[in-house]
């Protein structure tokens, strides 16, 4: 984090048990990076945010954190209304700046995109960052859609349940119960057999998920 973020974040993800390093020559407030996924995070109050776009610095802490990551999310705290009003600054400027910041990459190093979040308080703000620190260290970040479940319908139970284990949804699911009939046989399947249907890398995974070897 960068050392002008205040004290209490580092104090309240510290007593998180998340580990906090200042580093003065980031671009920006954050660089969450857990295992192999890196997420820059930059921290505006409401006024804050308006003026960066008024003045355009706004518009190279969006470069460097594209450039710095794969993912980054902007996060604006307080009343967008109030300090539109205070600052004088026209509605349509302002979202046609989220929208700028959302579409727009640098050419260069990851050529991340920006999602921009709003929140009401510094407290938000920081169990945003226990969340986000969270999500990452659970490393699952592939998103499947749910199965529909017919009453009665079993072999339906049956892909919705194991749609559930890390990294298979729906599509992997059904191949499961196709090729071994019962949830009973896919736990029991040697790492062999679930290669054939999962492939190596996701095989091992389920293997050791379902034998508790994480």
């Known amino acids: 984090m960068h050392p002008s973020e205040p004290a209490e974040i580092k104090q309240y993800l510290a007593s998180m048990n998340i580990p906090v390093k200042e580093e003065s020559s980031l671009p920006f407030d ?15 109050e409401a006024r804050d945010f308006v003026q960066s776009i008024i003045d355009a610095r706004l518009f190279n802490q969006l470069y460097y954190m594209s450039l710095y990551a794969p993912l980054s999310y902007l996060v604006v705290i307080g009343s967008i209304t109030e300090a539109l009003i205070e600052r004088g600054f026209r509605r349509d400027g302002y979202i046609g700046a989220l929208i700028s910041a959302t579409l727009k990459r640098a050419p260069e190093g990851y050529m991340g995109y920006v999602s921009v979040i709003s929140l009401d308080t510094l407290p938000d703000f920081m169990l945003f960052m226990k969340l986000l620190h969270g999500k990452l260290e659970e490393g699952d970040l592939i998103r499947y ?3 529909n479940v017919k009453k009665g319908d079993l072999t339906s139970l049956a892909v919705a349940t194991l749609s559930t284990l890390p990294g298979i949804g729906e599509v992997y699911a059904r191949k499961l119960i196709e090729r071994f009939k019962t949830i009973y046989n896919v736990v029991n399947a040697d790492i062999r057999e679930l ?3 999962l492939g190596e890398k996701r095989a091992l995974k389920i293997y050791k998920f379902i034998r508790g070897e994480y």
């Open 145 to 147: 859609p749910r199965v």
């Open 195 to 197: 290669e054939k249907v």
């Open 30 to 44: 954050y660089l969450v990076v857990v295992n192999e996924h890196r997420v820059a995070v930059e921290r505006k």
